[in-house]
């Protein structure tokens, strides 16, 4: 098990995601602990990143739970459909929100997030969480991170 991150500040983005996936890949690799391994990824991410917020939320009984996350104290429980997260939940596809206040129906968890993209990762057919990745800066995301994001959540394994 590797718990040491080699992080990548003065590459592009595309560069830092490809140095970064391999090693959360590393990481979580044997560990059959749903919470340690969402726990690693959010953490990996928000160390690369540096990001506002990162964590996720686990379908359960029918609602968005707030999971292992790394930032400032969360929304609890999310319904599908509410907000940007549970937007990608119903819609079943990654959201890039360039403005939060733009979002019609956006939760405003806290005032100083600016930009999200929320990710959703499935079990089968079924989506059973959401990456939600938030930012203090307005347009922080694009399609750069939906494709890397997308490829970290194919390593989720309940």
Same mark, same amino acid.
């Given at each position: ?31 059959? *602990?749903?919470? =340690?391994?969402?726990?690693? %990824? +959010?953490?990996a991410?928000?160390? @690369? ?6 964590? /996720? ?41 360039? *403005?939060?206040? =733009?979002?019609?129906?956006? %939760? +405003?968890?806290?005032?100083?997030? @600016? ?6 990762? /499935?079990k ?35």
């Open positions: 098990m590797a718990e040491d991150l080699q992080i990548l500040q003065s590459a592009d983005k595309a560069a830092q995601y490809q140095s970064l996936l391999p090693q959360i890949e590393a990481l979580i690799q044997g560990e059959t *602990d749903l919470t =340690a391994n969402l726990a690693n %990824i +959010a953490a991410l928000k160390e @690369q990143f540096k990001w506002f917020w990162v964590g /996720f939320y686990l379908v359960k009984n029918g609602e968005l739970v707030l999971g292992p996350f790394q930032g400032p104290v969360a929304c609890t429980r999310i319904g599908l459909g509410k907000g940007v997260c549970g937007a990608a939940w119903q819609q079943r596809k990654t959201l890039i929100v360039p *403005d939060v206040e =733009a979002f019609p129906g956006h %939760i +405003a968890c806290s005032s100083l997030s @600016q930009s999200e993209i929320v990710v959703p990762f /499935f089968g057919d079924e989506v059973v969480g959401v990456l939600d990745v938030d930012s203090e800066l307005l347009d922080q995301f694009d399609e750069t991170d939906a494709l890397y994001l997308e490829e970290l959540v194919k390593m989720i394994v309940f």
